[in-house]
């Protein structure tokens, strides 16, 4: 298990970043539901951190993550206000070089780290209702595809 660029550990941070603004941008979910979708993203890394013990490269992401939230970092390179196919085409573009067991546990995670966070939030009153909108269902069903899982 080698250390990977900081480039690209940097690529894939970002993509991590596309995944969570991406579903925020098509879930519809207000801003309390956004709070539970950013507890969701926090809570599956910490367990991930485990899950993923031996893969370093998601090591290596998660630290990274980990340390921005902590440490009140902006340094990601989202767009915000970009479409969704452009996120998930950069998605598609930091998961492109990942190679062997390393690589396909990320994108499995990647995945797993978004379902976690569309499914955090629901459409009713108070989180209640169904907890996947039929944006995040769409995103999830695309990212599935440009992650080729």
Do not use: C, W
């Not at 979910?29 to 899950?51: H, K, P, Q, W």
């Amino acid at each position: 298990m080698s250390d990977h660029n900081n480039d690209q550990v940097r690529s894939l941070v970002d993509a991590l970043n596309n995944v969570m603004v991406g579903l925020m941008k098509v879930g519809g979910s207000g801003t309390f539901g956004m709070v539970r979708e950013g507890m969701a993203a926090v809570s599956f890394l910490r367990e991930a951190r485990e899950s993923f013990s031996g893969n370093q490269l998601i090591q290596q992401v998660i630290e990274t993550v980990m340390n921005r939230v902590q440490g009140g970092s902006s340094e990601e390179s989202v767009a915000y206000d970009q479409p969704e196919d452009a996120m998930l085409a950069q998605i598609g573009a930091a998961v492109a070089g990942l190679q062997g067991e390393d690589g396909l546990q990320f994108r499995q995670m990647l995945l797993q780290f978004a379902e976690k966070v569309a499914s955090a939030a629901g459409q009713g009153l108070f989180g209640s209702g169904e907890k996947i909108s039929s944006g995040e269902a769409n995103f999830l069903a695309k990212l599935q595809q440009v992650l080729g899982l």
